[in-house]
């Protein structure tokens, strides 16, 4: 592959992924922006750099710039003797995404939880079917932290 063909295939990617996250609620431009950071080969890009590369206005890409700043999906560090702020996908430690899922499952448990105690009959099949989703969620949230576990043993022996 030419790099102007894989230079190509990332633009695709890179829309691809900022429909993805437009699913998952994200602005659009601020998902497009995210993708471009993990997709693209240059990890540091400018202001200016982020207009030009995804075409869009100078106050699209500073709202996008805030939210991912928010989200801290993004940051950006500065070089000495340059003014200009240099964005970067913020890499965290590796287990993040898997913890948040862990921590929105189990905010959903607790929610679910709530909602069985109010139940005046907890034989219905609205409440039985709630009841089995708080037993899948539990045991994907047990199910995280016994992988976690594996995954870092596996990393050790794979160091030694």
Known sequence: ????????KQKELIESLGRYYDKQGFQPI?????GMLIVMDKELFTFDEIVEELKI???SASNAIKILELMHAIEYKTLPGDRKRYFK???QDKFALVDDHK???QITVDFLKKVIELKANKNTE???FIDNMI???DFFIDKFEELK???IQQNKSDIS
């Not at 592959?1 to 190509?8: D, K, N, Y």
Request: glycine share 4%.
């Open 126 to 128: 609205n409440s039985i």
């Open 135 to 137: 037993n899948m969620i």
């Open 149 to 151: 576990k594996e995954f």
């Open 1 to 8: 592959m030419t790099s102007e063909e894989r230079l190509q």
């Open 30 to 34: 601020a998902g497009r922006l995210l």
């Open 103 to 105: 921590i929105k499952l």
């Open 89 to 91: 996908l913020k890499t």
């Open 57 to 59: 206005s100078k106050s």
